[in-house]
């Protein structure tokens, strides 16, 4: 059974960091594209980052470029999401996803398996 488990989540300051964790786990995501997406109360779920599971190729949404990171440890099959200078917009909850489909990353319904999300609270 696959499973998507993101931690990570929690209250912070305008502009601190925060660092989130999805466990991948069930099968291999070799060849996969893993994505995370983000939904705030009352907006529609937004692209924020996709890596490559095989290469490394990495892609960002114009609202989080230049300060968030994604990466991937192929050993824990775990992928991260670095988020530093957070603004109280960043404020959501925080999905990781896996995509068969290399197409079209910024879509969330190519994607195939979601974990169950982790709040993220910006303050100002």
């Known amino acids: 059974q696959v499973q998507l488990v993101e931690s990570g989540g929690g209250l912070v300051q305008a502009g601190g960091s925060l660092r989130l964790s999805c466990a991948a786990s069930?099968?291999?995501?070799?060849?996969?594209?893993m994505g995370w997406f983000r939904q705030a109360p009352g907006k529609e779920r937004e692209f924020v980052a996709a890596?490559?599971?095989?290469?490394?190729?990495?892609r960002y949404g114009d609202s989080v470029k230049g300060r968030f990171t994604i990466s991937r440890d192929n050993a824990k099959n775990t992928v991260y999401l670095q988020m530093n200078s957070l603004k109280p917009e960043d404020t959501a909850v925080y999905y990781c996803?896996?995509?068969?489909?290399?197409?079209?990353?910024?879509?969330?319904?190519?994607?195939?398996?979601w974990g169950q999300g982790t709040q993220v609270t910006v303050s100002s």
């Open positions: 069930g099968r291999t995501f070799r060849g996969y594209v």
């Open positions: 890596i490559w599971w095989s290469g490394g190729n990495t």
């Open positions: 996803a896996a995509a068969r489909s290399l197409l079209g990353v910024t879509d969330s319904s190519l994607y195939d398996y």
